[in-house]
C-alpha cells in the first residue's frame, strides 16, 4: 500500500497573503485541492494524509468533504515545523502501507507521471527523490555577505517532493532525528543520516513550490497552458469524429446512387 503524507500545516509566511497559502485558489482551486487530485489520479496511490495545522482541521475537514475524486485520505494535526507535520502524518498511515511519499501540499503541478517513477524507485533502492538539475550558479555566502564557495553546477540538484521511501527506513530515519534532536530541510536529509542511498528521480522544472506571490502568476500561466493542451486533444477527436462520420455518410450515399 501506498500512503501519501502532505504536510500542509505552515503559515506560508513568505506569501504575505494572510493565510496559509494552500488555501489559495490557482485558476479556480485551492493549491491543497488541486495537489490532492493530482496525488488521487495517480492509481498506485491508495491513501493520503493531510497534515494540516491544529486550528485549521475543521475548515479543511470542510473543503475537502465537498471534493469528488479524492482517495480515501484522513486530516491530521501538524506541528510547529515541517518535520514535525510529517512526523505526526506518518504515525497517522495505515498499518499496511509498505511505501511512503512525502509531498509538499504546496506543489499543485506535480505530474503522475513523476508520482508512479518516484514509487518505482523507491520499491526499487528504498529512498527516491524527485529533482531538477540546477540551472543557475549556486554559491555559498558567509554572513558578511563575502563568497565563499561556488561548487561545480555539474554536480548540483534542486530537489522538490515528492520523495518516497520504504516505511521502515523514513520511520528509522525520524526516530534518530527525534533522538539527535535533529532539523533537517528535506525527508532525505533523515534518511542520508542512517548511510542509506538516496536516488534521484528526474523531474521537471514546473514541478514548482508556491512559495512567493508571484509564484501564483507561475503556476498559473502552467496550468492555464495544459488546460489549452486539453481543449485541443479534445478539439481533435471532436474534429476527427465528425470527419468520419462524413467520410461514412458520404460512402453510403454513394453506394446507394
Ligand atoms: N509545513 C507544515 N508544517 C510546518 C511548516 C510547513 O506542514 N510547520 C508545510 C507547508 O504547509 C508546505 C510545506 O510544508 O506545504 C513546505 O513548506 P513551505 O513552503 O516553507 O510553506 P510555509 O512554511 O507555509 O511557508 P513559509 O515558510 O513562507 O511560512
Ligand atoms: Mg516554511
New binding site residues.
Given amino acids: 500500500m501506498v500512503t501519501a503524507i502532505f504536510?500542509?500545516?505552515?503559515?506560508?509566511?513568505?506569501?504575505k497573503a494572510g493565510i496559509?497559502?494552500?488555501f489559495l485558489e490557482l485558476a479556480g482551486r485551492p493549491i491543497l485541492v488541486r495537489t490532492l487530485l493530482r496525488f488521487s489520479s495517480c492509481t498506485s496511490v491508495d491513501r493520503l494524509v493531510v497534515?494540516v495545522a491544529d486550528d485549521e482541521t475543521v475548515p479543511i475537514e470542510r473543503m475537502l468533504h465537498n471534493v469528488s475524486g479524492l482517495k480515501p485520505y484522513v486530516v491530521v494535526a501538524?506541528?510547529?515545523?515541517?518535520q514535525?507535520?510529517v512526523f505526526n502524518g506518518l504515525n497517522a498511515m495505515d498499518f499496511a502501507t509498505d511505501i511512503v511519499l512525502v509531498h509538499?501540499?504546496?506543489r499543485p503541478m506535480v505530474r503522475a507521471e513523476i508520482i508512479e517513477d518516484v514509487i518505482i524507485e523507491a520499491r526499487r533502492s528504498g529512498a527516491a527523490i524527485a529533482a531538477v538539475k540546477e540551472k543557475n550558479t549556486v554559491k555559498v555566502v558567509n554572513a558578511d555577505g563575502v563568497v565563499k564557495k561556488t561548487p561545480a553546477r555539474a554536480g548540483l540538484w534542486e530537489i522538490q517532493t515528492p520523495q518516497g521511501f520504504r516505511k521502515d527506513i523514513l520511520i528509522k530515519a525520524y526516530q534518530k532525528a527525534a533522538q539527535d534532536a535533529f532539523l533537517g530541510t528535506d525527508d532525505a536529509s533523515l534518511v542520508e543520516r542512517l548511510g542509506i542511498p538516496v536516488k534521484v528521480v528526474q523531474s521537471d522544472y514546473r514541478n514548482i513550490?508556491v512559495?512567493t506571490p508571484e509564484d501564483l502568476l507561475v503556476a498559473e500561466a502552467f496550468l492555464r497552458e495544459e488546460g489549452l493542451h486539453k481543449a485541443e486533444d479534445s478539439l481533435k477527436t471532436a474534429i476527427s469524429s465528425i470527419s468520419a462520420n462524413f467520410r461514412d455518410g458520404l460512402y453510403k450515399m454513394r453506394k446507394e446512387r
Fill in positions: 504536510p500542509a500545516a505552515g503559515q506560508g509566511r513568505r506569501m496559509n497559502k494552500v497534515v501538524g506541528g510547529s515545523e515541517r514535525y507535520s509538499d501540499a504546496a513550490k512559495t
